[in-house]
């Protein structure tokens, strides 16, 4: 009897703690990344083409970070408006697309890069950056301004018009 009762407090203790995190990311307090004006942490980027640099490399000019999977259908749709947003202000701020998947999915990525046709800088991660930048839900927009500090942090999928009126904020900046 002491058996049944201990499973039976298990599931429930099970159930409660999923139930938590369901209330926790419709109500938009999971993966909301750094707060605005933080320092950013300085990581390394390798590139998935060309060769690996870091954040601090791009200070003196914004910088877009942008979170992202394979599988995320709000990625997919997203990475084609950024990519157009990229080669807008490609001369004047500095992007990465940061894939935060496995190791293992490498080949998919670099074949999802190449069907999409994106022109934007590809970062393969495997989910170290998006841990420094507390990305726990994707899509995930980081905007850093030119001193390198959190200027905006968007979750979820943005309209075009929200991301450059975002960049325009942080070119404003000194």
């Known amino acids: 009897m002491s058996e049944t009762v201990t499973q039976k407090w298990t599931s429930w203790l099970l159930f409660g703690a999923a139930a938590a995190l369901l209330v926790l990311s419709f109500t938009g307090l999971?993966?909301?990344g750094l707060p605005r004006g933080k320092e950013a942490p300085d990581i390394a980027l390798p590139l998935i083409a060309g060769a690996p640099t870091k954040?601090?490399?791009?200070?003196?000019?914004?910088?877009?970070?942008?979170?992202?999977?394979?599988?995320c259908g709000p990625c997919r749709e997203e990475l084609p408006?950024?990519?157009r947003v990229y080669k807008k202000y490609e001369k004047d701020v500095r992007f990465f697309a940061v894939n935060?998947?496995?190791?293992?999915?490498r080949p998919m990525v670099e074949a999802f890069v190449q069907k999409?046709?994106?022109?934007?800088?590809?970062?393969?991660?495997?989910?170290?950056?998006?841990?420094r930048y507390h990305a726990s839900s994707i899509p995930m927009l980081v905007i850093l301004d030119k001193t390198g500090k959190i200027?905006?942090?968007?979750?979820?999928?943005?309209?075009?018009?929200?991301v450059t009126g975002a960049i325009d904020r942080a070119l404003a900046t000194n």
């Open 116 to 131: 999409t046709g994106l022109q934007m800088p590809v970062v393969f991660d495997g989910g170290a950056a998006a841990s």
């Open 151 to 162: 200027s905006e942090t968007f979750t979820g999928q943005q309209p075009e018009s929200r």
């Open 30 to 32: 999971k993966g909301r």
């Open 81 to 83: 408006e950024l990519d």
């Open 100 to 105: 935060v998947e496995d190791l293992t999915m």
């Open 55 to 71: 954040l601090s490399e791009g200070y003196g000019r914004p910088q877009v970070l942008a979170f992202w999977a394979t599988w």
